[in-house]
């Protein structure tokens, strides 16, 4: 069974500091990984994907396999980081058919 | 566009009744999923249709279904309602089949008493 592992349920930094956000996966194939972000009153939306290998908003993502780990960071903290995130999981890269795995998410907030 | 839109926003049913949730995608996409987020949790799958049919499907019982329609949008039955049931559900829709990335509608309140 595929699970997606995210520990802290709330993070709390100061404006300006590096922020890493934890997520830890099982899965014994080739996962694709996600963190999807909800800012306050907004939908849940993609923030980045780990075969894009990009950074968006400051945000990176390395998928490690070897932890079996998928960390979110950003070296400096900006108060309109404050939000809800979601590591996710797809468990058949282009399938689809198992849908997205969530783990329970992390509240991030940044305070001034 | 307005983006992935869901109806009704909010809605409180009774144990035992039944609720049909409606979703309409985003222009062009083809493929709704269907998630249902209790407090305190992560979304958790619950369908996936492509072109009208069923591709995938999350470990909820018998009581829920789903059907797509040719014009893409989509319905989300559940049946015998539990109190468990109470959560949010979320609509999501892509470009195809792959879950790829999902853009999300508001969702639909759902309370049973």
């Known amino acids: 069974a595929q699970r997606v592992t995210q520990p802290e349920k709330l993070l709390s930094v100061f404006k300006g500091a590096p922020v890493e956000l934890k997520c830890n996966y099982s899965y014994s194939g080739s996962p694709e990984l996600f963190w999807y972000v909800q800012y306050s009153r907004q939908r849940l939306q993609l923030l980045l994907r780990h075969i894009s290998r990009e950074s968006i908003k400051g945000f990176t993502a390395d998928l490690n396999k070897g932890e079996t780990s998928f960390h979110l960071k950003k070296p400096f903290a900006q108060e309109e980081d404050s939000a809800m995130y979601y590591c996710?999981?797809?468990?058949?890269?282009?399938?689809?058919?198992?849908?997205?795995?969530f783990g329970k998410g992390t509240h991030l907030i940044i305070q001034p | 566009d307005a983006g992935v839109t869901q109806s009704p926003t909010h809605l409180i049913k009774t144990r035992g009744q039944q609720v049909t949730l409606r979703c309409s995608p985003i222009?062009?996409?083809?493929?709704v999923s269907w998630y249902q987020q209790v407090l305190g949790q992560g979304p958790q799958f619950i369908f996936q249709y492509y072109e009208k049919e069923e591709r995938g499907r999350g470990n909820f019982p018998d009581r829920f279904s789903a059907r797509q329609f040719p014009n893409y949008s989509s319905e989300l039955n559940v049946n015998a309602l539990l109190l468990g049931d109470s959560a949010l559900y979320l609509c999501?829709?892509?470009?195809?089949?792959?879950?790829?990335?999902?853009?999300f509608g508001e969702g639909s309140r759902l309370t049973v008493l």
């Open positions: 222009s062009g996409h083809k493929s």
């Open positions: 999501a829709s892509s470009r195809g089949g792959a879950t790829g990335e999902l853009f």
């Open positions: 996710a999981l797809s468990g058949r890269s282009g399938g689809g058919a198992d849908g997205l795995t």
